[in-house]
């Protein structure tokens, strides 16, 4: 057996309107029905996960311009076009979750997704960014608060407990690459 290696685009764009959404998509939050997480494998304070994937939520037309921006910076940074063949991306189902201090969630992937995106609606300086491992080696990259992560569905991530006394927020949406035809 001999083990070969491609680099895999991860892209991190900056949602520029993020300071003048964050506090109505904060209180649009706060109206969805939410539940909170606790098991060996997370410990999430709030979170609508529960909610039938297809059914929108009342901050579904605030992160609307979001999901939008991501699906056309990954068909246009991945060039997508290139490839020759005609497809569909589309935003399969978006959740979001709250980490209070402590709250972690341990080593997942989102195996059936094509890229997985978080966005950041609330990430305090110091705390827990989403980390990846590979082989057993961890990466985080340098994100910030109004940001976008994009990574194929197959990486291994997770949240390390959040070590800050703020809260984080994430909102978390999957993504489908079907060739048509
Ligand atoms: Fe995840």
Known sequence: MRMEFLSMPILIT???????????LLNDIEMTSKNNLRDD????????????????????ETIKPI??????????????????????L?????????YEQGDFHTWHDHVS????????????ENGAKTTFSILNKEYEFDVKEG???????????????????????????NTDFNKKG
């Open 14 to 24: 900056k949602f520029e309107n993020h300071k003048e959404i964050k506090s109505k």
């Open 41 to 60: 494998y997370q410990s999430i304070s709030n979170t609508d996960w529960h909610i039938n994937s297809k059914m929108d939520r009342p901050y579904y």
């Open 67 to 88: 999901i939008l921006q991501t699906l056309v910076h990954l068909i246009n940074d991945l060039k997508l076009a290139d490839l020759g063949v005609e497809y569909n």
């Open 90 to 98: 589309t935003q399969t189902n978006y959740w979001f979750q709250q």
């Open 113 to 124: 997704s094509f890229y997985n995106n978080v966005y950041y609606v609330e990430l305090p």
């Open 147 to 173: 940001d976008i992560l994009s990574f194929p569905g197959t990486i291994f991530h997770c949240s390390k407990p959040n070590i800050s006394q703020s809260r984080k927020t994430i909102i978390s949406f």
